[in-house]
């Protein structure tokens, strides 16, 4: 006896879902598709859309203050210089 799947229907709740799960990284692509009843790759096409018109979340050194970012350079010449 077989299991048939019933197919999930696709609703905004469940693509918005889907879309912030993968953004965050709480699901992948397989399980997002599967949470909205898409293929893979109709998911593919609508997180590239979601990605397009939803800003990252995170800081770009641009918006980082100057007194935040590390500066990696000057260890970087000492342990350079030090093994010479």
Known sequence: MKHIKSKVKTTPE?????NEGLFKSTMNLPEAAA????????MKH????????????????????????????????????GSI
């Open 35 to 42: 949470h909205c009843g898409m293929t893979q790759r109709e």
């Open 46 to 81: 609508i997180f590239w859309e979601y990605l397009k018109y939803n800003p990252p979340t995170y800081a770009s050194l641009k918006t980082v203050p100057k007194s935040h970012q590390l500066d990696f350079s000057l260890s970087i010449l000492d342990e350079t210089q």
């Open 14 to 18: 469940n693509v918005k879902e889907a």
